[in-house]
């Protein structure tokens, strides 16, 4: 099931399940960002998909700017 470049996505029996395909780095997965969302339909599905890959390229940010203070 296509999603997003960064997102594999399968049909479960009672809804669907989509996994990162890169990994988070220890930080990013302290701070909130997931590896695995699950949703009722497609558009909820794609919508946690977007939200995380968001979250988790905010977290990225902020993980780099600490290491440079």
Request: charged share 30%; aromatic share 8%; glycine share 8%.
């Amino acid at each position: 099931m296509p999603l997003m470049s960064d997102w594999l996505g399968e049909r479960l029996d009672d809804g669907f399940v989509a996994r990162r395909l890169a990994e988070l780095t220890d930080y990013q997965t302290l701070n909130g960002c997931l590896g695995e969302v699950q949703a009722r339909d497609e558009g909820e599905l794609w919508l946690l998909c977007d939200a995380q890959t968001r979250l988790s390229e905010r977290v990225a940010l902020a993980e780099f700017t600490r290491g440079r203070l």
